[in-house]
């Protein structure tokens, strides 16, 4: 199961190292901003 996370989502992996929410952060904000300026 731990492979298909890491498959379907490369990020997660990044999340596990700590150093993801500072700039998994910045990231999300900026996928919302799309949504809303497709």
Known sequence: ???RWAASSPR???RV???S???R???MA???VR???P
């Open 17 to 19: 190292d700590g150093r």
């Open 30 to 32: 900026s996928r919302r």
């Open 25 to 27: 952060r910045p990231r």
């Open 12 to 14: 997660s992996r990044r």
């Open 21 to 23: 929410p500072a700039k």
């Open 35 to 37: 949504s809303s300026h």
């Open 1 to 3: 199961m731990s492979r």
